[in-house]
């Protein structure tokens, strides 16, 4: 059997650089959905559903240095088994590991372990986003089964059968502590060449990447590699890359690996709001918040504002964590359209990308529908940080190679949703 799957992995390597170069896609697909009582955003390589029930899911970061997952690391010079859940180690020389260890995060434990190990290893220290802890482990490689699209269907004749070989890094199950319990890693999506964009080997995928994430736990969202075309099942003739804003992303420095826009201004029926201190005007964007985080000053003055534009809602009783909550009743929906004010952010480039009500309300039961920005403090250390649940249904196109960031606003304001996807395969 170790003979069998020390075969397998020699296949693999070396199939998956040559055959990918053979795939008629530029572009592959990968499901995302949302956990219902976390609100997080999860994939899994598999391409439309669970086919076992422990297949694993990897919480979506655009932070992550590299992506990790709870496995063993072992050294042996017989293979260890795709079936014990068990890889085999990067060495300390290895370019990938020189990679891994520029984005060291001091808050984490040393990695001086070399008089131990030597260099046969490469150590690391994943980092859990929730709850800001971190482990020591090591780096590895595991398989990925990846689909290409048309921009209408995935195929899984795009990529080699066995996976495509990406560098990750294992963790002990203990970082697994605040995630749900079908959450098994993290699936990094950030600037860093290790992240799961920046490893796509095929030579026709440029890196850029799409997040077009659900608003329910019943419904199919998804993340594309690479510049498309993108069409929904509800726009089957329109390329959503032609409804499409863009703005600059700002870079704070080379080591920065998370996502900023520059903001002019955030308005309310044409009132801005203050935005005192605000460095470069760079707006933060999260796939771990759940929801947009204000620094207190900014905060108080946004609610200020918006408690104005909606004075004559009647006001219910606050449900954490939120602290402005109004009749649901009178907020009104989607279908009917909401009686709540949109919010205006002017872009760097001058471009508008509107937060609709249905980006801004969460109903929470018992006729209540709270304001779904929270107050962060005032030691925040991004002022504002855009979370998950404004960029619900807007299509958000990560352009690393131009360094710009493609929006298109809610995308049920035109009739469609990121739901609207159809996963079913092309046949062949």
């Known amino acids: ?8 992995f020699l296949f693999a390597f070396f199939s998956c650089n040559v055959l990918a170069q053979y795939t008629r896609f530029n572009t592959s697909v990968i499901p995302v959905t949302k956990d219902a009582k976390t609100s997080l955003h999860k994939i899994t390589w598999f ?3 669970r086919t076992w029930d422990g297949e694993p899911y990897y919480l979506v970061d655009l932070d992550a240095p590299f992506t990790w997952q709870d496995c063993v690391v072992r050294r042996s010079p017989i293979a260890c088994g795709l079936e014990e859940g068990c890889r085999f180690p990067l060495k300390c020389d290895d370019n ?7 984005y060291i995060n001091p808050t984490c434990p040393s990695l001086n372990i070399t008089s131990k190990y030597g260099c046969n290893i490469c150590a690391v220290t994943p980092l859990n986003p929730i709850s800001n802890s971190c482990k020591l482990s090591q780096l590895t490689t595991d398989l990925v089964q990846l689909y290409g699209t048309d921009g209408r269907n995935p195929s899984f ?4 059968p066995f996976g495509t070989e990406f560098v990750v890094s294992c963790a002990p199950s203990s970082l697994l502590r605040s995630f749900p319990k079908d959450i098994t890693g993290v ?3 950030s600037w860093s060449t290790l992240s799961f964009p920046g490893q796509v080997y095929n030579p026709k995928v440029t890196n850029k990447f799409v997040l077009c994430l659900p608003n329910s736990s019943k419904s199919l969202g998804a993340i594309f590699l690479g510049e498309g075309p993108f069409y929904f099942t509800s726009f089957p003739n329109v390329d959503l890359r032609s409804i499409l804003s863009y703005t600059p992303m700002v870079r704070k420095s ?8 520059g903001i002019k201004k955030i308005s ?15 707006v933060k964007l999260s796939t771990v918040t759940p929801y947009t985080t204000l620094r207190s000053d900014i905060y108080k003055a946004f609610v200020t504002i918006f408690s104005v534009a909606t004075k004559s809602i009647p006001r219910m009783k606050s449900v954490q964590p939120f602290s402005y909550c109004l009749k649901s009743s009178a907020v009104g929906s989607v279908e009917k359209g909401f009686r709540v004010p949109k919010i205006d952010l002017e872009t760097e480039s001058g471009k508008i990308w509107t937060i609709y009500g249905d980006n801004l309300m969460k109903r929470v039961g018992n006729g209540t529908a709270c304001l779904a920005v929270i107050d962060g403090g005032s030691k925040m250390k991004d002022a504002i940080v855009v979370g998950t649940f404004q960029m619900e249904n807007n299509f958000l196109y990560f352009d690393l190679v131009n360094q710009k960031l493609g929006f298109s606003s809610s995308l ?3 009739g469609t949703s990121c739901s609207n996807f159809n996963f079913t395969e092309i046949p062949e």
Request: include cysteine; glycine fraction near 4%.
């Open 187 to 189: 699936a990094s999506f």
């Open 412 to 414: 049920l304001a035109r």
């Open 1 to 8: 059997m170790h003979l069998v799957n020390l075969l397998f």
């Open 157 to 160: 004749i795009s990529y080699p």
């Open 268 to 282: 309310i029926k044409e009132i801005s709001i203050p935005l005192p201190s605000l460095k470069s005007g760079s």
């Open 96 to 102: 990938f590991c020189k990679e891994a260890h520029s």
């Open 47 to 49: 391409l439309k559903k």
């Open 254 to 261: 080379k080591k920065s690996l998370g996502y900023y826009i």
